[in-house]
């Protein structure tokens, strides 16, 4: 069985950081490209992050190139996002996901093959 347990959402002021994990379990890690999405409150599905197999690849978007980086550690099956500067326009619930493609920068669930349970993000003062 397939799945992808988030953590390390918290509740944050604006500029601060955040280090985001995601474990990865029942199928092979390091054969799949993975992406970070999110969720703000009210709103649709934003593609933040991916990073093709082997790590040596990422991708941004805009709105969180320089702030954010992810990363992967295939030995642990482990895949990071590290944020820094938050905005409160980063509050969402973060979901790592595997991409059906590459360039993996899709804005629905149907761009991806599975997806965790989510972690909260709160960026407020």
């Known amino acids: 069985e397939v799945q992808l347990v988030e953590s390390g959402g918290d509740l944050v002021q604006p500029g601060g950081s955040l280090r985001l994990s995601c474990a990865a379990s029942?199928?092979?890690?390091?054969?799949?490209?993975m992406s970070w999405v999110r969720q703000p409150p009210g709103k649709g599905l934003e593609w933040v992050s991916s990073i093709i197999m082997n790590g040596g690849s990422t991708q941004y978007a805009d709105s969180v190139k320089g702030r954010f980086t992810i990363s992967r550690d295939n030995a642990k099956n482990t895949l990071y996002l590290q944020m820094n500067n938050l905005k409160a326009d980063d509050t969402a619930v973060y979901y790592c996901?595997?991409?059906?493609?590459?360039?993996?920068?899709?804005?629905?669930?149907?761009?991806?093959?599975?997806w965790g349970q989510g972690t909260q993000v709160t960026v407020s003062s």
């Open positions: 996901a595997n991409p059906k493609s590459w360039p993996a920068n899709g804005d629905n669930w149907s761009d991806y093959y599975f």
């Open positions: 029942g199928f092979s890690f390091s054969s799949y490209a």
